[in-house]
């Protein structure tokens, strides 16, 4: 018995939850996360925090890093020079509500070869989520890059002015299977994927609003490279490339349904594709599916777009209009609505 009380106190002990908190007990971020031990939950306080030019390395398997008062107010500044935040192999910690950006410096400074915000190391699968992540730059993956067999979930983020010069301004995914889900690709730019690139990998890409990005060569929105990607109701609108400028599909069997493809430059590119990457139950403006596999071409009739307000008008012809099968179905169990604003994960403004 009394063996048997020693060994369920240490147990206790080994499970333990301590919260640090930043800038109460530790000074930065950096300090917090070099004295925290799997399991704990940092916490930081509303403030400005500078990080090292090396960035912040998370080696912990189970780490939380939490905002206090959300992304707006805990902003997180670095130099560029390498990846702000590094999750290691076989992390799973979660990184919660940060403003991740760069201090305005040197515009010749060298910058990352992937993940000029976050890299997720390969076999690592962290959370990152309601985090705005703005004005990175790296070779691949200007905001987030997701190494091979990783398998980051990435939320209700937004994503937006960071650049790659070869692909993925916004998330470069390589032989990996992120959750890409409910977030806001705005103004990222790369010669390959402007918002998003898909290489190879199986990522789920759902309830996004994918808006002005830019590719100087192909996928200005999302570029599925060899890829089986599944891009399902999301809103892809103003995005620009030589090919395919909402979305561009080559060879693999990515798969697309109930997305809004309206207004880019142009809307859907497939080179070498197989029949199970025609796009379904889609509102695509080239109308170059028209009237097959339930895609449709009319005005999705956005509330304001000048301003950044992609819902849908009352009367907009996709609502109820995706796919039929009930697994599509919107919370309230109705008929698929197209775009970000429709399907069991449906975005909410």
């Given at each position: 018995?009394?063996?048997y009380?020693?060994?369920?106190?240490?147990?206790?002990?080994s499970?333990?939850?301590?919260?640090?908190?930043?800038?109460?007990?530790?000074?930065?971020?950096?300090e917090?996360?070099?004295?925290?031990?799997s399991g704990?939950i940092i916490?930081?306080?509303p403030?400005?925090?500078?990080?090292?030019?090396?960035?912040?390395?998370?080696?912990?398997?189970k780490?939380?890093?939490?905002?206090?008062?959300?992304?707006?107010e805990?902003?997180?500044?670095?130099?560029?020079?390498?990846?702000?935040?590094?999750?290691?192999?076989?992390c799973?910690?979660?990184l919660d509500g940060?403003?991740?950006t760069?201090?305005?410096?040197?515009p010749?400074r060298?910058f990352?070869l992937?993940?000029?915000?976050?890299?997720c190391?390969?076999?690592?699968?962290?959370?990152?989520v309601?985090n705005f992540i703005?004005?990175f730059?790296?070779?691949?993956?200007?905001?987030?890059?997701?190494?091979?067999s990783?398998?980051?979930?990435?939320?209700?983020?937004?994503?937006?002015?960071?650049?790659a010069?070869?692909?993925?301004?916004?998330?470069?995914?390589?032989?990996?299977?992120?959750?890409i889900l409910?977030n806001?690709?705005?103004?990222?730019?790369a010669?390959f994927?402007?918002?998003?690139?898909?290489d190879?990998?199986?990522s789920?890409?759902q309830n996004?609003i994918?808006?002005e990005?830019?590719?100087?060569?192909s996928g200005?929105?999302?570029?599925?490279?060899?890829?089986?990607?599944?891009?399902?109701n999301?809103t892809l609108?103003?995005n620009?490339a030589l090919?395919?400028?909402?979305?561009?599909g080559?060879?693999?069997?990515?798969?697309?349904a109930?997305?809004?493809?309206?207004?880019?430059?142009?809307?859907?590119?497939?080179?070498?594709?197989?029949?199970?990457?025609?796009?379904?139950?889609?509102?695509i403006?080239?109308?170059?599916?028209?009237?097959?596999?339930?895609?449709?071409?009319?005005?999705?009739?956005?509330?304001d777009?000048?301003?950044?307000?992609?819902?849908?008008?009352?009367?907009?012809?996709?609502?109820h209009?995706?796919?039929?099968?009930?697994?599509?179905?919107?919370?309230?169990g109705?008929?698929?609505?197209i775009?970000?604003?429709?399907?069991?994960?449906?975005?909410?403004?």
């Amino acid at each position: 018995m009394v063996v048997y009380l020693v060994l369920l106190s240490c147990h206790r002990v080994s499970t333990q939850q301590n919260k640090l908190f930043v800038p109460d007990e530790f000074s930065s971020l950096e300090e917090a996360v070099k004295n925290a031990a799997s399991g704990d939950i940092i916490i930081v306080r509303p403030g400005r925090y500078s990080v090292s030019s090396q960035g912040i390395r998370i080696t912990q398997k189970k780490l939380m890093i939490l905002s206090a008062l959300g992304a707006k107010e805990t902003i997180l500044t670095g130099t560029g020079d390498s990846p702000m935040i590094s999750f290691d192999k076989e992390c799973q910690a979660v990184l919660d509500g940060f403003t991740l950006t760069v201090s305005e410096s040197d515009p010749n400074r060298s910058f990352p070869l992937q993940g000029g915000g976050i890299y997720c190391a390969p076999y690592s699968s962290p959370t990152i989520v309601n985090n705005f992540i703005v004005n990175f730059k790296a070779q691949f993956g200007g905001g987030i890059y997701c190494a091979f067999s990783s398998s980051p979930k990435i939320l209700k983020n937004t994503i937006a002015d960071n650049q790659a010069s070869v692909c993925g301004g916004g998330i470069c995914s390589f032989h990996a299977s992120p959750t890409i889900l409910k977030n806001r690709l705005i103004r990222n730019t790369a010669h390959f994927g402007g918002g998003i690139v898909c290489d190879a990998d199986s990522s789920l890409i759902q309830n996004n609003i994918i808006v002005e990005n830019k590719a100087l060569h192909s996928g200005g929105g999302c570029s599925c490279l060899d890829s089986s990607a599944v891009l399902i109701n999301n809103t892809l609108s103003r995005n620009s490339a030589l090919f395919g400028g909402g979305i561009l599909g080559s060879s693999g069997e990515f798969q697309s349904a109930n997305n809004i493809l309206w207004n880019n430059q142009d809307d859907f590119c497939l080179i070498n594709f197989k029949m199970v990457s025609r796009p379904r139950f889609s509102n695509i403006m080239d109308a170059d599916y028209l009237g097959i596999n339930g895609n449709i071409s009319q005005d999705p009739l956005f509330i304001d777009p000048n301003r950044g307000d992609y819902r849908l008008k009352p009367q907009s012809p996709c609502r109820h209009a995706g796919d039929t099968q009930k697994m599509y179905n919107n919370p309230d169990g109705s008929r698929n609505t197209i775009g970000a604003q429709g399907g069991p994960d449906a975005l909410t403004f």
